[in-house]
Every structure is written in C-alpha cells, then in structure tokens.
C-alpha cells in the first residue's frame, strides 16, 4: 500500500508563474489536509478536502491560492502568480476518516520561486 | 478561532537526559496526536489520545491527555541521538474537524 505520493518534490518557479502541487492520498482515504511549512517553523494549516468538497479553507489566502480534490485523481494546491513569499515547504497528509484517524504525510513539495 | 501552543519552542539536552514538551489547547480537544519530524523530512504519526486522563507509552516515550482535554505533554526518557527532530502536537476540537498543529519543540541532542 502506497503512501501518500506528493509531486513533484522540488519546484522552481519564476515571480509570476503559476505553481501546481500534486497529492495522491493512500488508497482508501478521502480526507486531504495542506499544510504549508516555512524554514525551522511549524506546520501551518491550510484547507481541508473531502471528495469533491472543501470542507475548511479558514488557512488559505484569499487570493491566488486555490485547491481542489476530484473524485478522480489527485488533490491539487494551485498558487498563481507566484511571489517570493510563497517558498516553502508545502505538506499533503490523508486520513481515512476525519474522526479518530491518524493522518499520513507526503514527503513535501519545496516550493522556491526566484 | 482555535490555537494549539507547545512550549517550549527549543530544547538542547545532553544525551542521556530527560526531555518534555507541552501542548495546551485554547479550546477542549476531541482527540489529540503527536508527531516527529526529522531535519528535512516529513511528519509522521507517533500516537494518538482520546480518552480524558489517558496515559500511554512507547517505549521511551511518554504521552499524557489532561483531564479537561485541553493539554498534552510529551515525556521522552534517556535521549538518544535518534530522537533528534521537531515533535508536534495537533488536535481537533471536533470529530471531523481539521487538525490544528502547535508549532513544534525542536530537540536537539548533545553528544
């Protein structure tokens, strides 16, 4: 059984571009978290997905941050138009449940815009 | 809207020594879980509480929810150089709530 598979690991992008992160949960799960982490910091939360449904997007910008998770295929975090601001580490985890569940974690994405 | 503090944010601990990291929640907890997060890696699961009071423990490891379930302490006993990394707290205030995390207790271990 799979982990949770984030691509790509490491993705550079110029000011202005946009950013794609993919999050494929373990087989099973239907809870997405995004979480974004800058350097020697702590996991901030972004939104939380359930097929096909947002369910708490309180953590994410109002602007230029979007997510989505279809009921076929992997979650998407999309930034547009990117500032120097947005690198960071950028964290998916999945639960079975959102009740009582442990969630696993992706390996990251590292965003670096330049 | 609901906060998860851990303290402390640092902790530098010769090997062989004791380590303890606290988490307090501003509001009652569902459940309650810790992670570890290794230098460059990812977070991943350690355990998870629910019961008010409840006690439990991985070998070295010691884990405690508080009776209101608004606080949770980490205990690891006997540091090792493995346990060097950041360990998280997150809770949920509901069933199918987010998980919120605290912002982490680095650990670092002197040889």
């Known amino acids: 059984n799979a982990g949770v598979m984030q691509n790509p690991r490491h993705l550079v992008r110029r000011r202005g571009q946009e950013a794609r992160l993919r999050c494929s949960p373990m087989?099973?799960?239907?809870?997405v978290y995004w979480y974004r982490q800058l350097p020697e910091e702590g996991l901030k939360f972004m939104v939380y997905?359930?097929?096909?449904?947002?369910?708490?997007e309180s953590g994410m910008p109002k602007e230029r941050f979007s997510a989505e998770f279809p009921k076929e295929g992997p979650s998407i975090l999309r930034i547009q138009q990117v500032v120097r601001g947005d690198s960071a580490a950028y964290f998916c985890?999945?639960?079975?449940?959102?009740?009582?569940?442990?969630?696993?974690f992706g390996q990251g994405t590292r965003l670096t815009v330049v | 809207g609901q906060q998860v503090m851990q303290i402390p944010q640092y902790q530098h601990v010769q090997e062989g020594e004791d380590f303890t990291t606290y988490c307090n929640s501003s509001t009652t907890l569902s459940n309650i879980q810790w992670y570890k997060q290794r230098p460059g890696g990812h977070p991943v699961f350690l355990i998870q509480l629910v019961k008010s009071g409840e006690v439990k423990k991985q070998k070295r490891l010691t884990f405690q929810f508080g009776e209101a379930k608004k606080n949770s302490s980490l205990h690891i006993t006997a540091t090792q150089t493995t346990d060097v990394g950041t360990y998280f707290c997150?809770?949920?205030?509901?069933?199918?709530?987010?998980?919120?995390f605290g912002k982490g207790t680095r650990l670092h271990i002197l040889p």
């Open positions: 997150a809770g949920r205030v509901n069933r199918d709530d987010k998980i919120i």
């Open positions: 997905l359930q097929k096909e449904n947002i369910i708490d």
């Open positions: 087989k099973g799960h239907s809870h």
């Open positions: 985890a999945s639960s079975s449940s959102g009740g009582r569940t442990e969630a696993f």
